[in-house]
């Protein structure tokens, strides 16, 4: 599946990580390093067309004209608790972002997301944000995170995650067809339980080694 508003991260140092994160066997420790080293080469790419302005500086020599990302910081929005993995890895190289967080957890029983924290920098109407979970599997978080920042009328909406699959995917184009997804791959389908296969598991329990 590949459509405009989907963009499949296939750099082989991205995917050559993301199949040692696969391995069951990858320990804590790797896993939350290899998500950090994948998240800074994505932010790469994810943030390819942000906005520049042409500017005036001084160099040691003389005045010249040079170009500068336009407006006000990015903001990174994080899902949490597992959004936190993809955060870190971003702000390596994009250390001057503003971050807010969206606390959903997913209703065991509905597979629904339910809100219980919601914190974001100040001037969204004037921002880029760019809204990280590593798992697009149903859909509901992603869906409820964009639904509530969109009251907040940002300049733009993408979203970034690890891995999703054929039926998060299109439930996210379904609900905000005008927020581009970037991810690293598209996996075969999503379980009965909402998680998806062949999957990594469940990327919070990965990341901080919970179970
Ligand atoms: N969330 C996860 O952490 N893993 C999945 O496979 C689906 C949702």
Known sequence: MQDQNVHVIDHPLVQHKLSLMRNKEASTNSFRRLLNELSTLMAYEVTRDVPMQEVEIETPLETTRTKVIDGKKLVFVSILRAGGGILDGMLNVVPGARVGHIGLYRDPKTLMAVEYYFKMPQHMADRDVIVV?????????????????????????????????????????????????????????LNEHGYILPGLGDAGDRIFGTK
Not at 148 to 177: D, N
């Open 133 to 189: 979970d590593p798992m697009l599997a149903t859909g509901n978080s992603a869906i409820a995170a964009v639904e509530r920042l969109k009251e907040l009328g940002p300049r733009s909406i993408k979203f970034v995650c690890l891995l999703t699959c054929p039926e998060g995917v299109a439930a996210m184009q379904k609900a905000h067809p005008d927020v581009p997804i970037y991810t690293a791959a598209i996996d075969r389908e």
